[in-house]
């Protein structure tokens, strides 16, 4: 495999990502599904072919790995794992919000390749460990929860996170979009908490691919059309 340089990154909603990397190997990140109790999904994810998925916790929205095929490999658990020239660290922690006072797992995950580094928060609770911070910190992509229920995390617990990690690129998810999300969905949009922010803001209407060279200087918000 090819020492990749450039990224693709398509969004399917909520909190599911793929990464396509010039080197010929993909990433797919939390996949979606409903469960027979809720239904929060009204557009389900297709079948994904992709060389790798990540998996953050195990709740049905971000665990649906039905739709990959059967040459996927699939990682749920903290380490370090290297493929060539791509590099992916697991980090585990505790989910946010009620499923965390069950101290119910969460992984945050690293991924290092095209000269870049990507960070997917899953749905982690915002006082992480020191170690922890030390091991994301300054990345140029994070993928981080946002809604306007303040679901997950507060605006303020958002503030101090992007605070304290200093990422380039903010990438918001798990928030409802209207043409993926169920009316019973008890998400909301991202509208308030994007005219609350002082940063930059890009709208990215279809595929995003990039490369080191295309990474800002300071912090971006940068939202991906579905």
């Known amino acids: 495999m090819d020492t990749p340089t450039e990224v693709q990154i398509h969004y399917y909603g909520h909190s ?26 009204k557009k389900l ?15 049905f929205d971000h665990d649906e790995i039905h739709v990959l095929e059967e040459t996927s490999s699939i990682l749920r658990v903290p380490g370090t794992f290297i493929n060539n020239s791509i590099e992916i660290h697991g980090f585990q922690d505790i989910h946010a919000g009620r499923s965390g006072k069950l101290n119910f797992p969460n992984t945050i995950f690293k991924i290092e390749a095209a000269n870049m580094s990507f960070v997917h928060w899953g749905d982690n609770r915002p006082n992480i460990a020191d170690s922890i911070h030390e091991s994301i910190k300054e990345p140029d992509i994070l993928f981080l929860p946002s809604d306007d229920t303040r679901h997950l995390l507060s605006f303020d617990e ?65 939202v991906i059309d579905c």
């Open 16 to 41: 599911c990502f793929l990464l396509s990397f010039d080197s010929n190997f993909s990433i797919l990140i939390d996949p979606y599904r409903n469960r027979e109790d809720k239904l929060w999904f």
């Open 45 to 59: 994810m297709p079948e994904v072919n992709c060389d790798l998925c990540l998996i953050t916790h195990a709740h």
């Open 158 to 222: 958002i503030e101090e996170l992007i605070r304290i990690i200093r990422p380039k690129v903010v990438i918001p998810m798990h928030y409802f979009i209207d043409k993926i999300s169920h009316k019973e969905n008890s998400l909301l949009g991202i509208n308030e908490w994007l005219n609350s922010r002082p940063e930059p803001k890009k709208h990215i209407t279809n595929d995003l691919i990039i490369n080191a060279t295309t990474i800002p200087d300071e912090t971006e918000i940068w």
